[in-house]
């Protein structure tokens, strides 16, 4: 059974400062994996996708992965009010089925 | 249409009665994904369409829940003698590649 875990939350950052979420995996196979925001009462939707060890960079957003590590993370650069969500981090399987994590609520400060 | 519809947005109903979701997908996408979602979860997966074949479904769903894609199309999903637990977001998906997939705005089921 593929497992990914990620911190709950809540997780509060100053706006303007670097926001830092974090995913691990448990099927060291995987070789695809997505960041989806969700924002209360609304479904999720795609940020950023990441197959290479390494980082890839969307704007603001930075995805990382370490497939020796198993784990995932975003990186949020100069954060906004609109960026405070629920960010869900998935492992994609056959077929491109998802794993969903818990989520990790985000709230950015004023 | 440039997104995912489903319809209805909400549904309540009572113990034991049936209920239809229908999900359209995006018209050029060949895949299409039922997922339940509840509070503080992450989605869960369901079962999985390409074109009108239901190539794969969760050993959690239990047998009152049926889901179909006549024709590659809309698909729909039926949950019969509904349960208090069945109480979530039924959010359907669709995709064509392998770059992630594109969420509807889901139907919030209450059953009372």
């Known amino acids: 059974q593929k497992e990914v875990e990620q911190n709950s939350g809540p997780l509060s950052v100053p706006e303007g400062a670097i926001a830092s979420l974090n995913c691990t995996y448990s099927?060291?196979?995987?070789?695809?994996f997505f960041w989806y925001r969700q924002y209360s009462g609304k479904s999720p939707e795609l940020i950023m996708f990441?197959?290479?060890?390494g980082d890839k960079e969307d704007g603001r957003f930075t995805a990382q992965l370490n497939k020796a590590s198993q784990y995932v993370s975003l990186l949020i650069r100069d954060s906004q009010p609109s960026d405070s969500a629920t960010y869900l981090c998935?492992?994609?399987?056959?077929?491109?089925?998802?794993?969903f994590g818990q989520g990790t609520r985000l709230t950015i400060n004023p | 249409d440039t997104g995912v519809s489903q319809d209805p947005r909400h549904k309540i109903t009572k113990r034991g009665q049936n209920v239809t979701f229908r999900c359209d997908p995006i018209?050029?996408?060949?895949?299409l994904y039922w997922y339940r979602q509840t509070l503080g979860q992450g989605p869960e997966f369901l079962t999985y369409?390409?074109?009108?074949?239901?190539?794969?479904k969760s050993r959690l769903l239990s047998d009152r829940f049926s889901a179909e894609r006549p024709k590659g199309s809309f698909s729909t999903l039926e949950i019969q003698r509904t349960e208090q637990g069945d109480s979530a977001m039924y959010l359907c998906?669709?995709?064509?590649?392998?770059?992630?997939?594109?969420f509807g705005s889901g139907t919030r089921l209450t059953v009372v």
């Open positions: 990441i197959y290479s060890n």
């Open positions: 099927d060291r196979g995987s070789q695809s």
């Open positions: 018209s050029e996408h060949n895949r």
């Open positions: 998935a492992e994609g399987g056959g077929a491109q089925k998802l794993v």
């Open positions: 998906a669709s995709s064509f590649g392998l770059d992630g997939y594109t």
């Open positions: 369409f390409q074109n009108e074949a239901q190539l794969e």
